[in-house]
């Protein structure tokens, strides 16, 4: 089917377009995927109108994936029907429950001092905003007003987790990337746990859940995780510093565990890294920022791949312990305040973000090394037949492409992981306008993993990444158009993982969506 279809795609050319519907259609296999509106259908073949004109598609062979996929089929202007198709996806755009819409008059709280300076910072860049005192003021007539109570507030600035379990919140890229109604959180800023070990614990790397037991009392002798027989001392700030409630919430939540008395609470992160150096057994987290090198692991997830906290891998959201600062909705909030946060996520305001501490999450370019290191090993690991042909596949088409920092959850994702993609997606637009990236390709590359094997991980991953390309074509037109590049997709299913797939809301299957230049 696939050969017949794709010389079906490359032959043929029909008239102008009788009736728009955008809808994505794709070949059960989801090797082929094609973008575009509905303009006919003849009993047998589909007619639709691409970016690179008119194709026809046999209408038993693909299946509709979007809303408007029901639009089409309501209407019935073509006399398609549902059984025409190979199938019909078409799950509303939000899976969560409906929320209230907030009204004009909106609180908004900050968890630390430098949250509610990177905020009148980066507010000050709107254009349609005014800042006077405590209040910003929008031109539809919204206003925003600095309250000290966080739980009170309509919008709660503070760290969220992005390990764990949660609640979905989008089905696909379609909701969180358009106008953002219905965002539950939006990313402002980013930091990272960076975790440090004395030499005399013996390991040199531990996993989040492991890094959750020893901290909950749970794991007393380094020699329970692989370690030396040596007895845990654990290091952390105070119950009162904003840190340690994102220690929480970053790897102790997520693992259902609670933060054990036994722990020892110190001063500050220049302290107890100080004193990881000293006492033996000991291991701390503490911010990227006041890490000891020579102390420092990699941590790994749940698929034991180690990753060290280098800037690349923090701001790709690679290594596990990221703690993104987000902006919390306790309602519906109005456009002006979506555009407002996604402000804070352009390279603008991320360099704004550098002077008080914050990591610029902006696009950047990973290690040429590092990325050669990844498919060189594709060439001697021990694949079978689907995963060799994806590494083929992935070797040939990424040989002479970059890696950029941005990086997406494909599928269906949570409130937290939709803001994460945002905000990616603002910098990657972003990232267009530099001149060493005109007039190129920009690839998205989906790794996903499945419990039903290599060829579903294959699909899951081609997929997410059809899927994101199309939400970023859609979100970033004009900077596409502006920069002259092309847009493009592949699917490398369970092939050369950088990191383990984890996502909040799917617990069989999930995937990454990388993006490369070339």
Not at 120 to 140: L, P, R
Not at 460 to 482: H, K, L, P, V, Y
Request: with cysteine; net charge negative.
């Amino acid at each position: 089917m696939k050969i017949k279809l794709a010389a079906i795609l490359a032959l043929t050319a029909m008239p102008a377009a009788l009736g728009a519907q955008q809808v994505n259609l794709r070949s059960p296999d989801e090797f082929i995927s094609v973008d575009g509106e509905i303009t006919g259908y003849n009993g047998v073949m589909l007619r639709v109108q691409t970016l690179v004109g008119e194709v026809s598609v046999p209408a038993s062979e693909v299946i509709c994936y979007g809303e408007a996929c029901l639009d089409v089929l309501a209407d019935n202007s073509f006399g398609l029907t549902a059984e025409a198709l190979a199938g019909v996806v078409a799950t509303p755009v939000s899976a969560a429950p409906e929320i209230a819409t907030l009204g004009g008059d909106l609180s908004i709280a900050f968890a630390s001092p430098t949250q509610s300076a990177f905020f009148g910072s980066f507010a000050q860049t709107v254009a349609d905003a005014t800042i006077n005192g405590t209040t910003v003021s929008f031109a539809d007539g919204t206003t925003l007003t600095t309250t000290d109570t966080l739980q009170e507030a309509d919008i709660a600035v503070q760290t969220v987790g992005l390990q764990g379990t949660g609640d979905t919140a989008f089905s696909g890229p379609s909701g969180w990337s358009a106008s953002g109604e219905d965002l539950t959180h939006q990313m402002t800023g980013l930091g990272a746990f960076v975790v440090q070990a004395s030499p005399s614990t013996g390991i040199d790397s531990i996993s989040t859940l492991d890094l959750a037991r020893v901290f909950a009392g749970e794991v007393t002798n380094w020699s329970q995780i692989g370690g030396a027989d040596v007895p845990v001392l654990g290091l952390r700030l105070p119950d009162n510093a904003p840190a340690f409630r994102e220690l929480l919430t970053t790897v102790m939540e997520p693992a259902g565990l609670q933060m054990s008395s036994t722990v020892l609470a110190m001063g500050d992160d220049t302290g107890i890294a100080a004193s990881v150096n000293q006492f033996p057994g000991s291991i701390a987290l503490v911010n990227a920022a006041a890490a000891n090198p020579d102390l420092t692991i990699p941590v790994a997830g749940s698929c034991g791949i180690s990753v060290s906290p280098s800037p690349f891998n923090i701001i790709s959201g690679d290594y596990p312990l990221v703690r993104p600062v987000m902006a919390t909705y306790a309602g519906a909030v109005p456009q002006s305040v979506t555009d407002l946060f996604d402000a804070a996520a352009s390279n603008e305001s991320q360099d704004l973000a550098q002077t008080l501490g914050l990591a610029d999450f902006g696009a950047t370019r990973q290690d040429a090394a590092l990325k050669n290191a990844r498919l060189g090993g594709l060439l001697d690991a021990e694949l079978d037949d689907v995963q060799r042909a994806a590494a083929a596949e992935m070797f040939q088409a990424l040989f002479s492409a970059e890696r950029l920092s941005t990086t997406f959850y494909g599928g269906a994702v949570s409130g937290p992981e939709a803001a994460w993609n945002r905000a990616m997606m603002v910098n990657l637009a972003d990232a267009l306008a530099s001149p060493e990236n005109a007039n190129r390709e920009v690839v998205f590359v989906g790794v996903g993993a499945s419990e039903a094997g290599s060829q579903d991980a294959l699909s899951i991953s081609a997929q997410a990444a059809s899927e994101m390309r199309a939400a970023f074509q859609t979100f970033a037109g004009s900077a596409i158009a502006d920069a002259g590049v092309t847009v493009s997709s592949f699917g490398f299913g369970d092939v050369a993982a950088s990191t383990c797939i984890d996502s909040q809301v799917s617990e069989s299957a999930a995937a990454h969506v990388e993006v490369w230049i070339r």
